[in-house]
């Protein structure tokens, strides 16, 4: 089992950055990639960007450019760097952690962009 903790969510206005944070504890040697995905009300669940155990990392179109995923394997901690945040960036996002039979996800955290 694993169990992912998200923060850093919150309420910014437009053109602003946030970091969220997931914090992965249990069975994180069998982790062989982390993602994070979104959802906006109304809307489909959607991946927004991806890392995996080898460091590689991949991005939706709609956010390259813009917000940046990385660990610190130290902390077992994956992070999203949001930069020039947008109104369709507001949704619910979540930490999700993939092992060879198993996707394990967080309860998310809020992030609100007013413009």
């Known amino acids: 089992q694993v169990q992912l903790v998200e923060s850093g969510g919150g309420l910014v206005q437009a053109g602003g950055s946030l970091r969220l944070s997931c914090a992965a504890s249990?069975?994180?040697?069998?982790?062989?990639?982390m993602y994070w995905y979104r959802q906006a009300p109304g809307k489909q669940r959607e991946l927004v960007a991806e890392?995996?155990?080898?460091?590689?990392?991949s991005y939706a179109d709609s956010v390259k450019g813009r917000f940046t995923i990385s660990r610190d394997n130290a902390k077992n901690t994956v992070y999203l760097q949001m930069g020039s945040l947008k109104p369709e960036d507001t949704a619910a996002y979540y930490c999700?952690?993939?092992?060879?039979?198993?996707?394990?996800w967080g309860q998310g955290t809020q992030v609100t962009v007013s413009s």
């Open positions: 999700k952690a993939s092992s060879v039979s198993h996707g394990y």
């Open positions: 249990g069975s994180i040697f069998s982790i062989n990639a």
């Open positions: 890392i995996t155990s080898g460091g590689s990392t």
